[in-house]
DNA sequence: TCTGGGGTCCTAGGACCC
DNA sequence: TCTGGGGTCCTAGGACCC
């Protein structure tokens, strides 16, 4: 076959379905309300923000009215109401039911996938014949639009990030689109803008357009020591990624959340300090409410306040504080303590504020919190504790056991072993790549 | 008057440990 | 008392994603 498929052994062809249109998410949004309401097909649509504050989804009709992502309301509003757009609040709920059953469609028909975002999805094909794969899409295809109403495009290429890029290519054209040969991903490289790269923002486009970059294929041929310098790590997987090289593997079962974040845009000023305590209080609510369902405890609590950074007549504040919780915990009483005193040390009277979140961090599932520290051990246990991490540490020389907490789990472990009596604490998951070489060397 | 709400990863630098 | 190397953890900040 003498393609890239083949000469690299992680390559496998991977497909992504996403909603029909211009930005993915965005138009998701517009069909899940035409799903319900067909008479909008054909029919301008513009879903709105928080606070209807701003455009946050529009149909191809809306888009084409020159109506713009993100536009705020009132400015789109003379457009809207002339050619008569249907204007939806947002409502999260309705598009994550209509997620959760396009995904289960959508898993059903491949052997490995990896839920992407509300409206996307990885779909990995290893094992399969490859010269099914077109006819086998179009069925993905139609079984999604028959069951859940939802339009999908489907891209398939040997990385994801590839995927990616066909896959918009394919959205606008028959809806599916397979690319294998070099020949071909350059083909379609050589068209494809650099700013619509899968990991190339607004800065590093900008970089790139002074240099004279500006198609995918371009990126590709520079030279990799500028692209690690200005890049770091990611902008080198990219450039892999786009000469069929999968750095970016398929993450099958989705990973536990590491911050939890709840914050709003008020639709009107808050300008006391009670309105505002009672504001965090209630984003700490939700925040530890979302981290027991995740059934996972925070290490740190953050919070931040924003004054409208848009209204420049108006004096501007902003800060933000960290604190460390004690004890790593998801009990709502526990975080508003510290989400109270956080605010009291950075809340300034005077502002008009328009923005606050709290942030939960160092987050952790409750199963891994365990281990260490060792209660009420006699002498002679305790010495026999200490003389096994002597142990071990002269086995493990400078990679030895230097870490209160990897120290306190070693300790808790031997314990276990003997059935002695001990205290629960906490191992961070920092400390696990460290802790799995003790235990190897114990 | 009116401008979203979540997340992730990477890096550099300081504190601290043996 | 002075000194260095190797290592970890944490934080802030910047970039990106949908």
Partial sequence: ???????????????????????????????????????????????????????????????????????????????????????????????????????????????ESEIYSIDECFLGFSGFEESRLPDHAHLIRERTLKWTGIPVSIGLAPTKTLAKAVNKVAKKNEGIKLIRTSDEIDELLEKYPVEDLWGIGRKYNKRLQEMGIKTALQFKGLPEGWVKKHMAISGLRLQYELKGISCIPLEKVSATKKAICTSRSFGQYVSTYKEMEEVVANFAFKCAEKARKENTVARAVTIFIHTNGFNTTLPQYSNSRTMRLPVATADTAEILHYVRLALRSIYRPGYAYKKAGVMLTGLHTKDAVQMDLFDSVDRNRQSFLMETIDEVNQKMGKKGVFDPPVKFALQTHLAEQKNWPMQRKFLSPCYTTRWESVLKAS
């Fill in 1 to 111: 076959m003498g393609n890239s498929l083949v000469a690299y052994p992680t390559s496998r062809p991977v497909l992504r379905g996403v909603g029909s249109g211009n930005t993915p998410r965005l138009l998701n949004y517009a069909s899940c309300e035409r799903v319900f309401n067909p008479s909008l097909n054909g029919k301008p649509v513009v879903v709105l923000s928080n606070n209807d504050g701003s455009i946050i989804a529009r149909s191809n009709e809306a888009k084409a009215l020159g109506i713009s992502m993100g536009q705020p309301y009132y400015q789109a509003k003379k457009t809207i109401d002339e050619h008569g757009v249907k204007v939806f609040s947002s409502n999260y709920e309705l598009y994550g039911d209509m997620s959760n059953r396009m995904m289960t469609v959508l898993s059903s028909l491949a052997p």
